[in-house]
């Protein structure tokens, strides 16, 4: 599934250890984990993950955030979304 966040617009702030984060919602309904797998341009040195974007998990939903110089960046992220195995009888 493809969402471009740029056509719904990073309308959540949220403020973790002094960092102000602009989250965009993804849709990982029943996912235990995600990540980022690629940006591209793969150049961009103003969007570093786990540094300026990242993804994470607030009240069972995820989001991709981005904060500092990486909000004004062009970039496309894609996430991959994980879901927990059914455990075999």
Not at 18 to 40: E, F, N, Y
Not at 66 to 77: E, H, K, V, Y
């Amino acid at each position: 599934m493809l969402m471009k966040c740029s056509s719904q617009p990073f309308v959540i702030q949220w403020t973790h250890n002094s960092v102000t984060k602009q989250l965009c919602g993804i849709k990982c309904p029943g996912a235990d984990r995600d990540s980022v797998i690629s940006k591209t341009p793969m150049w961009n040195h103003k969007c570093v993950r786990f540094s300026t974007y990242d993804t994470l998990e607030r009240n069972q939903e995820w989001f991709i955030w981005r904060s500092g110089a990486c909000l004004q960046q062009n970039i496309t992220l894609e996430v991959h979304c994980g879901f927990p195995e059914k455990q075999r009888k």
